[in-house]
């Protein structure tokens, strides 16, 4: 989920000043003409230790017009505060109508710092997530706008960060120990995030990752989502009934940018491995057939970018008595006449079977979104619908691996090209490919959205460099190969 | 949450003829109009044991065109469901666009039997539950109409249906053993009933309580329920997001009508008890303090039922140091300014203290919806709103008491009459007191519904016969004390 935080973007100074500069202007008058909105508008700024959320809101002061705005920490509970309900300490806080309120943490600063700390386990962490989308879903219906901003840093920026305050610092062992504790944490606290970040990002109450790296990066970030949320409040009309249409379309970090496609593959290298991987393939995929583990492999990429020849070779190592492969192309009526995922459970491969999708449920967020065929609310609904759902893959139990084989422009227009001449790869080559071809900046957005809400720790996706088919190949194999080595380890028999 | 529909309603023979000759023609035009739905429409039919679940479905047969029906009962998982995630066997049967799917039990059947057997605590079902909260929202978001039926027998009821069944199949002990089964677990599939229907009561997929003691009555109100539905889904329009507009106003059973109003006290018994429970409550209330219990009474009622009198006694029996009282009357500019639970969680009582709520968060499905102040999907909402706001002061831990005094239209007649001539009393009557009586019909069915919705075993509604003043007192005291006296072996030190 936080690789598309993890790019270390950065922003320079001039651009960052020009920005800022027409951004004040914008922010100031939206916040005045929100102060007639239907709701508050809520930032909850939360994130890794060190990653700037103070100096974040001391450059929103120097944004906004402070006097309509409460900010509010939530540190230990006072005596007051623990003689209530655990909300009752948010609820104290929430702004009104037409008020901006920047809250630290809140409600979910408690429930995560349980689970790092052990207290408690998963189910509760889900338990405590589960109230909290209710709390968001009720602020919401009464017009809250809530934007939640996860500030990030990789284990190692932060190792950095943490280095630079111990110098800072030396005098202040309390700091430095503070710092440490969050340090040894880290995995931990990355996986409270985790899985909180998927429990409640809802369409009524969005969580935002930030790239935290850089300050002039994620100043800018917030700046702008903050500029969108007043932009839309101050147009939103005040019929009841609105929280849920409200969707804001925020850009999020270009992911598939940080997929290298120099990496090639020699051919010799190539048919080593591809024996070596497919041999071990074959003989995993027995074993999970006799420890009833079902395994879903799931293809997605650009045209051309040649998913059916990692397909084959994944296939052809298995016993074809074990593999269904299921193509997805546009829906029967039968299927159009159900949910979008009822084609997808009617497949489902029972136990300890291999299904594999060429193309999959993400047609939703990619092809449905750009093409127009779902209507925002619908493919904005669907990240959480999938998440619920490929939730309940895994826990059946089902190894769920999700590629995308990723190209850029230059090579897919050669392989359309080498298509229309080659008599045998024609009828691959149709005007659809070219049309799509030329919203290859739509489909970037919706891919890296994607990639960042539904990435999650169960089901990460993998983004295949396949510029080089050969390398995309051994790819796919291999992770194939680790993952269900790992899991069959896992499994009980 | 059960009184409402053990009530024994009957219908005759006569009424029952003319009112199904109307239903059939509609429910078979609608039907046809349905055909082109954006979305099924699914019965879920669940109940006690004995309720005529499955003579239901054979009247239904008699009134709907089968041929765009679906039945789906859900036995012992099958070899081939068993190797699936467990919803499977539900996406599955999925009923398509404009058909109509009649389920038994379904998604709910499992999770409510484990915990029955005691093989999932109130943790594990509350998870299930909020799962199946999710699959329905994400059918209804795709514009399925979901109607769930609760079939429910008080347990005198279910035992003289037992004992019928038993001299009928006397040759057979299978059937025998069954209903003995479900005699046994009575009171815990009640409380699981209980608890799933308040976790999964939502406006998108409501539940339905049946009265299912007699036949025409539990088949008139089905019967009725579905063609509301079917109605309101012909004359639909077919934009999507209007799922959580369908609003459906049906009326609740008349639970009301079984506050028996004859009850009366003699003043020599009435100071005596007075004097024994205010004494006792004077010990209680000091205990809880020191066990940091905290206290909620909560008075609803009809204009002039004695509230004002009934708090007097309860709070004259208290320690003023540990009480406060809270009269809501309209909101203020700055409540105005935030979620209407906002004014109700600033009051919160500190450990240990007492709040008395005269009038309270009610307002919002009793004179909110009956004057209009509230949309109908802001009051429909609400009822989970308050379920959950009312389930975390419980677990703080707070006693919460709610009664709702009742007298008849008679009475108030007569005292409002009483009230113009006493000279001390005249600042009690007011135009909106006589312009409220009006409405007695409307505030009628808020309070039915109200009290059917958001009765739970925590916090169950006291529905107390108040023609009678110094009868609904000392009911009130009692209860009061008795419930104090019974969590406070609850709590420990």
């Given at each position: 989920m936080f690789e598309s935080v993890e790019l270390g973007q950065q922003v320079d100074k001039q651009e960052y000043k020009e920005a800022i500069a027409q951004l004040r202007t914008q922010l100031i008058t939206a916040q005045i003409a929100c102060q007639k909105a239907p709701g508050p508008i809520i930032l909850l700024i939360s994130g890794?230790?060190?990653?700037?959320k103070g100096e974040l809101v001391n450059a929103l002061g120097d944004m906004l017009?402070?006097?309509?705005v409460v900010i509010q920490t939530f540190w230990d509970t006072s005596d007051e505060e623990q003689q209530?309900?655990?909300h009752w300490r948010f609820w104290r806080a929430m702004p009104k109508r037409g008020q901006i309120g920047i809250f630290f943490g809140a409600w979910y600063t408690d429930p995560m710092r349980r689970y790092v700390e052990g207290q408690a386990d998963e189910i509760a962490l889900e338990h405590d997530m589960r109230r909290i989308v209710r709390l968001e879903k009720m602020l919401a219906d009464d017009h809250a706008v809530i934007l939640k901003f996860w500030f990030h840093l990789s284990a190692e920026t932060q190792k950095q960060k943490h280095q630079k305050l111990k110098k800072k610092h030396k005098e202040s062992p309390e700091m430095i120990k503070r710092a440490m504790w969050h340090f040894d944490h880290y995995s931990r606290i990355r996986d409270a995030a985790e899985q909180s970040i998927r429990h409640t990002d809802r369409a009524q109450a969005r969580w935002y990752l930030i790239d935290a790296s850089h300050k002039r990066h994620r100043h800018l970030r917030v700046f702008t989502i903050l500029n969108k949320a007043l932009q839309i409040c101050t147009e939103?009309?005040?019929?009841?009934?609105?929280a849920d249409d409200v969707i804001m379309d925020v850009d999020t970090a270009p992911?598939?940018?940080?997929?290298?496609?120099n990496h090639t593959l020699e051919p010799d290298s190539y048919h080593d491995q591809l024996k070596e991987y497919q041999s071990r393939l074959h003989r995993l995929i027995w074993l999970a057939y006799k420890k009833r583990l079902s395994t879903i492999l799931l293809f997605e990429g650009w045209?051309?970018?040649?998913k059916g020849g990692s397909i084959r070779r994944v296939a052809n190592a298995m016993d074809p008595r074990l593999v269904q492969q299921i193509s997805i192309g546009s829906p029967t009526d039968e299927e159009k006449d159900?949910?979008?995922?009822w084609r997808f459970w009617r497949h489902l491969p029972r136990a300890g079977m291999v299904t594999i999708y060429d193309?999959?449920?993400?047609g939703r967020t990619l092809v449905e979104r750009v093409e127009g065929f779902a209507h925002p609310a619908e493919w904005h609904r669907a990240y959480e619908e999938i998440n619920e759902f490929e939730q309940q893959l895994i826990q059946a139990p089902t190894l769920l691996l999700k590629f995308w084989l990723h190209i850029d422009q230059d090579e897919q227009l050669r392989r359309f090209k080498e298509r229309e001449v080659t008599p045998w790869k024609?009828?691959?080559?149709?005007?659809d490919d070219w049309r799509n071809r030329e919203k290859w900046a739509d489909y970037e957005r919706a891919i890296n959205e994607t990639v960042s809400r539904t990435s999650t720790r169960e089901a990460p996706w993998q983004l295949i460099a396949a510029n080089d088919k050969k390398f995309a190949r051994i790819a796919v194999l291999r992770h194939t190969v680790e993952q269900l080595e790992r899991l069959l380890n896992e499994v009980k028999k």
């Open positions: 890794m230790d060190g990653a700037g017009d402070m006097r309509n209530r309900p655990d939103q009309n005040h019929s009841p009934l609105v992911v598939l940018n940080s997929v290298n496609l045209d051309a970018a040649g159900h949910h979008y995922l193309r999959s449920w993400y024609q009828h691959k080559i149709t005007d």
